[in-house]
């Protein structure tokens, strides 16, 4: 691992499960964040009536995922001090697993190049805040079951995971805070979102 990953974090679990909330609260703190690929990229080819779409072409979506957070690592290359993003190309690999679908050598490759910290945070399913939108199209089982795929995949690529307490998104926060060496202020801590 080069001193370039060292600082690149990330944050995966199943839908739901207030990962989108952590890293915001993490920019709030003022700790550089990559967004997920996932959801963008539904935005993105719903608002052209695209075929990359998850109820349209799983494979596809996984290919312009699996663009989008390569990009992300680079542009996060650019930047200094810890960056935390919110999933990583394993998941990719773990969301074509879990659609059954066979992992392409070059997206294995991809998955096996560009690598981040090797301890990855995982939000566990956590049932009292999941919730459905026009994105998250997926139910409390499938997402139970997203999180125990990404629990599988991410150790196959030599990470391991450290669980998120099942707690407020200040708790998290700090829990994160702690472990990536970043320091916490009361004006941030005050500004973190609630969970939703």
Request: charge should be positive.
């Amino acid at each position: 691992m080069t001193m370039e990953t060292e600082r690149f974090h990330i944050v995966t679990g199943g839908p739901g499960a207030g990962k989108s909330t952590l890293i915001a609260a993490l920019a709030a703190a003022g700790v550089a964040t990559r967004p997920e690929a996932g959801r963008a990229i539904i935005r993105d080819q719903r608002e052209i009536d695209g075929p990359a779409l998850p109820w349209r072409d799983r494979a596809a979506f996984a290919e312009a995922m699996a663009l989008w957070d390569m990009r992300s690592h680079r542009e996060a290359a650019e930047r200094a001090g810890p960056v935390v993003f919110d999933r990583g190309l394993p998941d990719v690999i773990g969301y074509l697993r879990l659609c059954g679908l066979p992992v392409p050598a070059h997206l294995d490759r991809a998955a096996r190049r560009f690598r981040y910290h090797r301890q990855v945070f995982l939000a566990p399913h956590w049932p009292a805040i999941f919730h459905g939108d026009a994105e998250r199209r997926q139910d409390a089982a499938e997402a139970a079951r997203t999180c125990g795929m990404m629990a599988e995949t991410y150790p196959d690529y030599g990470y391991e995971l450290v669980p998120l307490p099942l707690a407020p998104v200040t708790e998290r926060l700090r829990f994160v805070l702690a472990r990536i060496g970043a320091p916490l202020s009361a004006a941030a801590a005050a500004r973190a979102p609630a969970p939703r």
